[in-house]
């Protein structure tokens, strides 16, 4: 294996090496903590998972997925809170009838820490673990193989949709659609964009679902299963762990509720 | 034990309708396939073909719902039966509720096969075994025997989705075989390869029926065809004949079906041999030497037996050499796809660009609009190079169609679709009307015109996405596999095409596994390897019987009639069997 798979990149880092199982429940945790920890605990946390996935041997694209590509969510977030936070605020700066305040900032900041984290842990986990094992991983925790497919199939269908979209574009921009531009050239290039992408999605999907049947996807039998996914002594510990962490945030939400932590 | 239970499938005046449409797509077929059966259907695009495909598989009513009347046994199990008195009826009551997997099918479309779930071709194999639960002690072996029998070792560790569509094929066909069922069902499973691993294909299914799997293949490919024990002629969804391929596809008995006789069975036919020598080259060319007096009469056939007008330019597009230098691409995954192309095209000239899966043909064609960059070299369109110039600019001198019209289309109707791309290059309304005509007419569906594309089949929706950019009247059109799942009047309607825009004066570049196709519309065949020019010139010179070898080692092999011509010792590339005997004629005191 040496080649990339929708979001997986394939690597023999610690992460690599640990069971999906665990990643999961790190994954689960990584994603909530944000929102259940105090806001002075957000910069480690993100500090915490980038240096995760940059320990683990992800490198640049992973830096890309964590930290550039979240700001088209992030920076709206600090944007729209740091000049239209309601009330009375303290202005830092005003560009005509805008002004960006403190308030705003404050509320704003936190927000975005909390998404970027969340994006952070969840762009190490996706990129780090080879979906089939992510599968059979769940198959072999007892959850029904049809469903571990689906759930896997949509996961999975997120590059491939982000493939044939791509090639829509090269298929346009050949017969002359400026895909770029201004804002109207970007507008007319909507349709002949979403159109092919829509349409060519549902007749992928009826093939898909006759090609699934052909592989006796409903075949009713017992399933088994190639690739044997181990769970190493680390493992086991790392899960424990990860258990153990999760119990652990409602009982820091309930105490950051009733005030008996600050934050 | 020789009786209905012991055939493989079995079926009955089938008749299947589908929903919304007023005509039967198969309308009392009957056809019992035995263990160890080879049985190839033939038939022009919706003659039923993949309807019966379908139906023999039985995913027909179980998963694609329609009215159905008849009876279709697979292996024992009843998938269907609605005998004609019972009426056609929609709900497969009396269907078999799942069938215990005794049929596997392959479709034409590699990707849409394939789990998207495995990350490895080994593994994208082991899928089919796993949801059946066979045991994984047996797993490996069977894997191995299918990657060994389809020749795709080297792909065992590659994601599936990395490899290109004709390699995809490959692995959804091994997919399938690895399931070890009694029944194997393939509809046009060779469309996407190279003519290699066509051969490869049609030799695996031999072996396949040799060991006592039944074989039902819908296929345009004669050396599928040629290589089953018997072929299936369907016509407007009913039978028109039933017999050895060398007898059913004999041009008197595929009269009226839109089918053309492939080439080797019109030669055995004018050398006046029987069916059984139908695909013997040895035999035929033996004959043909001892019987001038069967080429005396014959005439050259016609280069293009579509009727398409000539083009008459709207723009005054100027002269667009095509000048590549040095080229090399890396993709991202570290795979060089070209390797130092160094290719001049001259205004005006068609070309054929040839080779197997893989080897660097659509990377190639894709640095002349500019949808990729060159890692190093230089790629010139009419004296200006192309990098950084934006692609919809590009377009207006290169036209490029996709392999895969689905990509690509969207409006609402036939007429609306071609007007897509003149509107995009702000052509004024009376040329756009005028190039839309003319390309409308090209392509053979005036009639069409309000039509929406995605209710007419895949092979016209090919020649919309033709027309699409024909009507964008370019200095170079380009074509990536247009001849991909067409039948014969469709692969003549496009090659008619290419040769109407090369009498215009355009020049026309067209990626094809085709080379009866490639030899007989263009005059420049560039044959690549491995991401370089292995070969280069007029079909004479790069696709006679003396290039075999070379040829192979790029999967292709000369056409038919061009290694026939070659057991003759003629120094020719006929592109079919009239040429052949016109060339036989000419040559002989």
Do not use: C
Request: proline share 8%; hydrophobic share 50%; aromatic share 4%.
């Amino acid at each position: 294996m040496s080649e990339a798979v929708g979001f997986f990149r394939p690597g023999a880092g610690w992460l690599h090496r640990l069971n999906p199982y665990p990643k999961l429940l790190l994954l689960v945790w990584g994603v909530l903590a944000p929102f259940v920890l105090p806001v002075v605990a957000i910069p480690f946390l993100i500090v915490g998972y980038l240096a995760a996935g940059l320990s683990a041997g992800l490198g640049r694209p992973y830096i890309r997925a964590a930290l550039i590509a979240p700001l088209v969510v992030v920076l709206p977030i600090i944007l729209i809170n740091g000049f239209f936070y309601p009330g009375r605020n303290e202005v830092i700066f005003a560009i005509g009838p805008l002004a960006l305040t403190v308030q705003g900032l404050v509320f704003g900041l936190p927000i975005a820490g909390r998404v970027l984290a969340a994006f952070g842990v969840t762009v190490a986990v996706v990129m780090s673990t080879r979906p089939d094992d992510l599968m059979e991983t769940l198959v072999q925790r007892g959850t029904n193989p049809r469903l571990a497919f689906v759930v896997l199939s949509a996961i999975q269908a997120i590059p491939r949709m982000l493939d044939k979209a791509g090639r829509i574009l090269e298929a346009q921009q050949a017969r002359g659609l400026p895909a770029s531009g201004s804002p109207s050239a970007r507008v007319r290039a909507v349709v002949p964009l979403l159109g092919p992408l829509i349409i060519g999605s549902l007749i992928d999907v009826r093939e898909r679902s006759l090609a699934l049947e052909a592989r006796g996807f409903s075949s009713g039998a017992a399933r088994t299963a190639y690739r044997i996914v181990e769970t190493t002594p680390r493992d086991v510990t790392v899960t424990r762990l990860a258990l153990l962490a999760l119990a652990l945030l409602p009982i820091v939400a309930i105490a950051r509720l009733t005030g008996a932590l600050p934050g | 034990m020789t009786g209905p239970a012991a055939r493989a499938l079995e079926i009955e005046q089938l008749v299947v309708r589908y929903y919304g449409r007023s005509d039967d797509a198969l309308h009392d077929v009957s056809l019992a396939l035995e263990p160890g059966a080879f049985v190839s259907v033939a038939g022009a695009n919706g003659a039923g073909k993949s309807t019966l495909a379908l139906a023999a598989a039985g995913l027909i009513p179980r998963i694609v719902r329609a009215e159905t009347a008849g009876r279709v046994v697979i292996d024992g199990e009843v998938a269907l039966d609605r005998r004609s008195g019972e009426g056609v009826g929609s709900s497969p009551a009396s269907a078999g509720r799942r069938q215990g997997y005794r049929a596997g099918i392959v479709f034409p479309n590699p990707a849409n096969q394939l789990s998207g779930t495995k990350t490895s071709v080994r593994e994208e194999i082991a899928f089919g075994l796993e949801n059946l639960g066979v045991p994984r002690a047996e797993m490996d072996a069977r894997i191995d025997r299918v990657l060994r029998d389809l020749h795709i070792e080297h792909l065992a560790d590659r994601p599936p989705y990395a490899i290109s569509g004709g390699e995809q094929q490959r692995v959804a066909i091994a997919s399938i075989i690895a399931m070890d069922l009694p029944l194997l069902v393939l509809d046009e499973p060779t469309a996407q390869l190279d003519p290699l691993a066509t051969l490869s294909v049609a030799d695996h299914l031999v072996q396949l029926a040799g060991e006592g799997v039944a074989v039902l293949a819908a296929e345009h490919a004669s050396a599928v065809l040629a290589r089953s024990r018997n072929t299936l002629v369907l016509s407007g969804g009913r039978t028109v004949s039933l017999a050895p391929p060398g007898t059913a596809l004999q041009p008197a008995a595929l009269a009226g079906t839109g089918l053309e006789s492939p080439t080797l069975v019109a030669l055995a036919a004018a050398a006046g041999l029987g069916p059984e020598a139908a695909f013997d080259e040895a035999a035929i060319a033996a004959a043909l030497r001892q019987s001038p007096s069967a080429n005396a009469d014959a005439k050259p056939r016609p280069v293009a037996d579509a009727p398409v007008r000539a083009w008459q330019p709207v723009r005054a597009q100027p002269p667009a050499a095509i000048e590549v230098r040095g080229l090399v691409h890396r993709y991202p995954t570290g795979v060089e796809a070209l390797r130092g192309i160094d290719l001049d095209i001259p205004p005006g000239q068609s070309v054929a660009i040839v080779g197997q899966n893989g080897s660097g043909k659509t990377t190639l064609v894709k640095h002349l609009n500019g949808l990729l960059s060159p890692t190093a070299g230089d790629v010139r369109v009419g004296g200006a190079s192309v990098a950084g110039v934006p692609v919809h600019r590009v377009a207006s001198t290169v036209g490029f169609v996709f392999q895969n019209p689905d990509d690509q289309l969207f409006s609402r109707s036939v007429e609306a679709e071609l007007h897509f791309g003149p509107r995009n290059l702000r052509l004024p309304k009376a040329d756009a009307d005028r190039l839309v005509e003319a390309a409308l007419d090209a392509i053979g569906l005036t009639a069409e015109r309000a039509a929406n594309p995605y209710d007419l089949n895949v092979s016209a929706r090919k020649l919309i996405a033709i027309g699409s950019v024909l009507a964008t009247d370019p200095a170079v059109l380009v074509l990536d596999e247009p001849t991909t799942g067409q039948d014969s009047p469709g692969i003549d309607r496009v090659g008619a095409i290419a040769d109407m825009l090369h009498a215009a004066g355009r020049t026309v570049i067209a990626i094809s596994h085709d080379m009866e196709f490639a030899a007989r519309h263009f005059e420049r065949v560039v044959v690549m390897r491995l991401g370089e020019i292995v070969a280069d010139g007029p079909p004479s010179a790069t696709l006679s019987g003396s290039r075999a070898e070379l040829l192979a080692s790029t999967g292709l092999t000369p056409p038919p009639a061009a290694r026939v011509a070659a057991l003759l010792g003629l120094d020719l590339v006929p592109a079919d069997a009239a040429q052949l005997l016109h060339g036989l004629g000419t040559t002989r005191p």
